[in-house]
């Protein structure tokens, strides 16, 4: 059975770093696409970085720059650093696994597997 265990959120100040992990269980590591989405209170969910099984990257343009997606094979881990960041980047932030080599950040449907989120605070 797939997991998706996260870890890494907590509270920042306007400007600081943190950097969010996602160990991933039950499958072949690096076969299909991964990403990292977002949603704040009130908002619709929205998709914040990818990559592809090939190693393609793709950032929403509110992150490019600021934020980047990796992963380590060895250790079935996705992370996300995060530097320079801001009040509005404050949300809970979820970590997906696709059941596809190439799954688009706006396309949540072709995202199979979910972890329980973990939250980011970013205070002005």
């Known amino acids: 059975q797939v997991q998706l265990v996260e870890s890494g959120g907590g509270s920042v100040q306007a400007g600081g770093s943190l950097r969010l992990s996602c160990q991933v269980f039950g499958y072949t590591y690096g076969t299909w696409a991964e990403a990292w989405f977002r949603q704040a209170p009130g908002k619709e969910r929205e998709g914040v970085a990818g990559l592809t099984s090939g190693g393609t990257l793709s950032y929403a343009d509110s992150v490019l720059g600021r934020f980047t997606i990796s992963r380590d094979t060895a250790k079935n881990t996705l992370y996300l650093e995060m530097s320079s960041l801001k009040p509005e980047d404050t949300a809970m932030y979820y970590c997906?696994?696709?059941?596809?080599?190439?799954?688009?950040?706006?396309?949540?449907?072709?995202?199979?597997?979910w972890g329980q989120g973990t939250q980011v605070t970013v205070s002005s």
């Open positions: 997906a696994l696709s059941n596809f080599w190439y799954a688009p950040l706006g396309d949540e449907g072709r995202y199979a597997y």
